[in-house]
C-alpha cells in the first residue's frame, strides 16, 4: 500500500457524460500528479500540482480539468467523455516539487469505461 | 524520437536466477532521474529503485540493482534471485530537470517479466 488513495476503483458511464475522480496523496506529500495508462497510448502523463498550484501539464485533453485543493487532495474531472477517454488513471504524489530522488508514489488507479 | 526506449517486450527466467530488464533513454539535459516501477496483474504501480544522472555509484535496493551506463545513456535493471512474485510488467521512467515540466515522468513500453518454478 503506498498510501495514495483514489476513488473510485472502477466507473462505468456513458458517451457523453461527465466524471470526478479523486485522489489523497501520501501524508504529507505537497504533489500530486495524474497520469492515463491507456493500451494503445501506454502511461501518459497528465498534469502535476504542487501546494494547490499547477506545475506542469502534459498531454491534457481540453475536456479534462484538474485542482488540488487546500487540504492536497486532488480531482480530476473529465468532460464530454468519448470512447477513447476509456483507460486506467493514476493519481501519484510525492514530498517536493519534482527534483532530485523526489519519488513519485502511485495509487490503486481508477478504472474508467466509457460505452 | 522514443525517450524512453525498451526493446524487450516479453522475458522469461526461472525461480532464483537474476534477470536483465533493458532500458535507454534519450536526454539533452545534464540533470534527470531514471526509474523502474513494477505493475502486477492486479494494476498499482509500484517504485522499484531510483538513480540520478549525477550519481557516482549505481542504486541498489534489496534484490533490485540500476546497471547505470550514462555514457550509453542505458539504466538496465538487475533483478538478483527471481521469485514467482517478480512476474509482472517492469516499466522504465526518466525525469528530465532542465525544462519547465519537472515533476513528469515519461514511461517506456514496459517489459513482461514471467518467472517460471
Known amino acids: 500500500d503506498s498510501g495514495v488513495t483514489q476513488t473510485p476503483k472502477h466507473l462505468i458511464t456513458a458517451t457523453g457524460q461527465r466524471v470526478t475522480l479523486r485522489c489523497s496523496p501520501r501524508s504529507g506529500d505537497l504533489s500530486v500528479y495524474w497520469y492515463q495508462q491507456s493500451l494503445d497510448q501506454g502511461l501518459q502523463f497528465l498534469i502535476h500540482y504542487y501546494n494547490g498550484e499547477e506545475r506542469a501539464k502534459g498531454n491534457i485533453l481540453e475536456r479534462f480539468s484538474a485542482q488540488q485543493f487546500p487540504d492536497l487532495h486532488s480531482e480530476l474531472n473529465l468532460s464530454s467523455l468519448e470512447l477513447g477517454d476509456s483507460a486506467l488513471y493514476f493519481c501519484a504524489s510525492s514530498p517536493g516539487t519534482g527534483f532530485g530522488p523526489d519519488t513519485q508514489y502511485f495509487g490503486p488507479g481508477t478504472r474508467l469505461t466509457v460505452l | 524520437a522514443q525517450k524512453i526506449t525498451q526493446t524487450q517486450p516479453g522475458m522469461f527466467v526461472q525461480e532464483k536466477e537474476a534477470v536483465t530488464l533493458d532500458c535507454t533513454y534519450d536526454?539533452?539535459?545534464?540533470?534527470?532521474?531514471l526509474f523502474w516501477y513494477k505493475q502486477p496483474s492486479s494494476g498499482e504501480m509500484i517504485f522499484l529503485i531510483y538513480q540520478g544522472s549525477y550519481d557516482e555509484q549505481n542504486a541498489t535496493e534489496g534484490r533490485y540493482s540500476l546497471n547505470f551506463q550514462k555514457a550509453r545513456k542505458s539504466a538496465n535493471l538487475v533483478i538478483s534471485a527471481s521469485q514467482l512474485g517478480d512476474s509482472a510488467m517492469y516499466f522504465c521512467a526518466m525525469r528530465e530537470e532542465g525544462g519547465t515540466s519537472y515533476g513528469k515522468l515519461t514511461f517506456g513500453q514496459g517489459t513482461i517479466l514471467t518467472v517460471h518454478p
Open positions: 536526454t539533452s539535459d545534464q540533470s534527470y532521474g
